[in-house]
């Protein structure tokens, strides 16, 4: 097997756990990280205090997401708060033209007093709808600050509401040494916990960048997260040897058609589980079809008494069955 180097940044989605709506797509993550950490306790007893076992409890996994670009949703979803479309007072800040009788006419509807910015200072104007007169500045231009009411997203970050659980999927490649994608690997977490830390730093020289960092909550199956690996391409699934289930067939010959059916796994090894093999994508053969047949679906059986060998292979690895006919 070819080493795999896990290259570049993840993309991530967070969804509602309980209807798995996507609620954001981070595509320009600058970093992303899992962390797992487990407390221990050394037990120590016997002469000259030896260490008998260590105890582990207290595992957590964490992971950090920081993100380039900006959403309105990390915020939410980091505050535990909704963003909701409403009728919102909104200032807003404009140059004005005023006319030789010092009127200028403004884009909205202003709410309270308009503050012209002056030579002299700030100056409140009260308006006349739309309008404003400041006849000092006849036939001469001013920035002025208002506020109107108009439909805006408005999110608020009330002081008792926290971050909710969500669901987490990383999604990030696996290079072979030779430069080619062999594996796509996705990390779900069904119950991911943001920590509720945010930061908005606006700055002249750079773009402001969101984390979203958190640990994953306990699922009702008693596990912190899930780990994929799909294969790209042509790339396979390797395996080091076949086995069969079962391994020793026994069939009556006084029943008509007695037969059994083989299962065929492949043994991965390394810390990898079992796969069951595509019986369909393996070559059964009989060494005696005479006292026992077997089919294209590793299916064997019962034709006379005596014992017979099937044989089964993908190709490059083999494994036989012993078969007895009473």
Do not use: W
Request: hydrophobic share 35%.
């Amino acid at each position: 097997m070819k080493k795999l180097f896990a290259v570049s940044v993840a993309d991530a989605l967070l969804l509602d756990p309980k209807t798995d709506n996507l609620l954001v797509k981070g595509k320009a993550l600058l970093s992303s990280s899992m962390e797992q950490t487990i407390q221990e306790q050394e037990v120590y007893a016997g002469r000259g205090s030896q260490l008998q076992t260590v105890y582990n409890y207290q595992k957590v996994v964490a992971f950090q997401l920081e993100a380039a670009d900006f959403s309105p949703t990390y915020l939410a979803l980091q505050t535990g708060s909704e963003i909701k479309n409403k009728l919102s007072k909104y200032y807003t800040e404009e140059t004005v033209e005023f006319d030789a009788n010092g009127k200028g006419a403004l884009k909205e509807t202003p709410i309270g007093n308009v503050y012209v910015e002056m030579d002299a200072g700030n100056q409140t104007i009260i308006p006349n709808d739309k309008e404003i007169t400041v006849h000092t500045l006849a036939d001469k231009t001013a920035m002025v600050v208002y506020q109107y009411e108009t439909l805006v997203d408005e999110m608020v970050i009330p002081a008792n509401s926290f971050p909710k659980a969500c669901k987490l999927v990383l999604t990030s490649g696996l290079f072979d040494e030779d430069g080619d994608h062999a594996y796509e690997v996705q990390i779900e977490v069904p119950r991911y916990k943001l920590d509720g830390a945010m930061s908005l730093s606006l700055t002249h020289d750079g773009t402001s960048q969101s984390t979203l960092n958190g640990k994953s909550l306990v699922d009702d199956k008693g596990n912190y997260a899930y780990i994929k690996y799909l294969p790209m391409g042509d790339q396979k699934v390797e395996i080091s040897m076949l086995a069969s289930n079962p391994s020793e067939v026994v069939l009556d010959s006084t029943i008509a058609n007695d037969s059994e059916q083989v299962t065929v796994y492949g043994i991965r090894g390394g810390g990898y589980g079992n796969i069951v093999m595509d019986n369909a994508k393996l070559t059964f053969t009989s060494d005696d079809p005479t006292i026992a047949t077997v089919d294209t679906k590793g299916k064997i059986t019962a034709v006379a008494i005596g014992n017979t060998t099937v044989r089964v292979t993908d190709g490059k690895y083999k494994e036989v069955i012993d078969v007895e006919v009473v």
